[in-house]
């Protein structure tokens, strides 16, 4: 990829958050910046993940996960979720992260964070150097009125929005 789309393509401002899932005794949460809503008759997300990622071989096993929107004071949590592997690792565990349960999903959602939104599988699509998941949106929740944590330029911004 050329230095002008890397970029241009890093001008894009994406919020920053967790795909979670629970499958059995195995909790892991990933960080991820590519995702938006892409329908809202039902409602739909969809997020962009690497085809490698350990929580993708647990969503695919339960066939639903959790998609939580951090704030901006939650970047060592985007941090620390993106940098290690939840074969190896207890993330939950080793952050402290609090947790409370989904009110339709097996997956708890993580408290404290701006949103979580419980989905269903709706589709799985490979495409380019990721894996497409689209998700029915079967419940939510709304935690804090703090502002979002950014992904901006290939890192983790912080914004006056």
Known sequence: MSSDISRALGKIACPCGLVGVKHGDKHD??????????????????????????????????????????????????????SRTGRNVDKIKELGIVTEPAAVVATPRVKDALANLECKVAGRYPCGDHIIVAGQVVAAGVGSDKKPLLYFEHKIAHWNL
């Open 29 to 82: 949460l990933t960080t991820v910046a590519w995702f938006t809503q892409e329908s809202s008759n039902p409602p739909q997300v969809m997020v962009a993940l690497h085809p490698k990622r350990y929580v993708l071989e647990l969503l695919d096993a339960t066939g639903e996960f959790v998609l939580t929107i951090l704030a901006d004071d939650q970047e060592h949590i985007a941090t620390f979720c993106g």
